[in-house]
């Protein structure tokens, strides 16, 4: 089945509100080797501004992949996850994301392009706080590959 083009401009219903735990940026932090004291010590993020423990750049995925999710369940989409490759992936920030934040992410579907058999998916996630403020767009470009 190849991937539905009617998906393009699509926007899913918004995810339920994740809350961004201290302990999970450590987590992730220690994961990616981030070694910033803000990304792992409370007392020197609050020393540099911020009220609690900043998250790093792509801490966002963990948010995004409610979204994307949503994506690969859509039952007329075409996307079979075990042909799927992430072919690219973009944050643009208002803010960082810092341990205490709720955050809710809006899926839209920016594009699909056909290359041959393979198709390429750019999904755009637009995440903002409990106040409805914008935290970052996550931008994924993901390339589906067709039936050879």
Do not use: C
Request: glycine share 8%.
């Amino acid at each position: 089945m190849a991937v539905n083009p009617e998906l393009t401009g699509r926007t899913f219903p918004p995810t339920a509100p994740y809350l961004v735990g201290r302990e999970k940026i450590r987590e992730f932090s220690r994961a990616v080797f981030a070694t910033n004291p803000i990304n792992l010590d409370a007392a020197a993020a609050q020393a540099a501004g911020y009220a609690d423990v900043v998250a790093p750049p792509t801490f966002a995925v963990v948010i995004q992949e409610g979204t994307l999710s949503q994506l690969l369940a859509e039952p007329d989409s075409g996307i079979e996850l075990t042909r799927v490759v992430h072919g690219s992936q973009q944050f643009s920030y208002s803010r960082p994301i810092v341990a205490g934040d709720e955050l809710t992410a809006q899926l839209s579907i920016d594009s699909v392009k056909t290359l041959g058999a393979n198709a390429m998916v750019t999904a755009v996630s637009t995440i903002t706080d409990a106040t409805g403020a914008h935290v970052v767009t996550a931008t994924s470009m993901l390339v589906v590959g067709g039936d050879n």
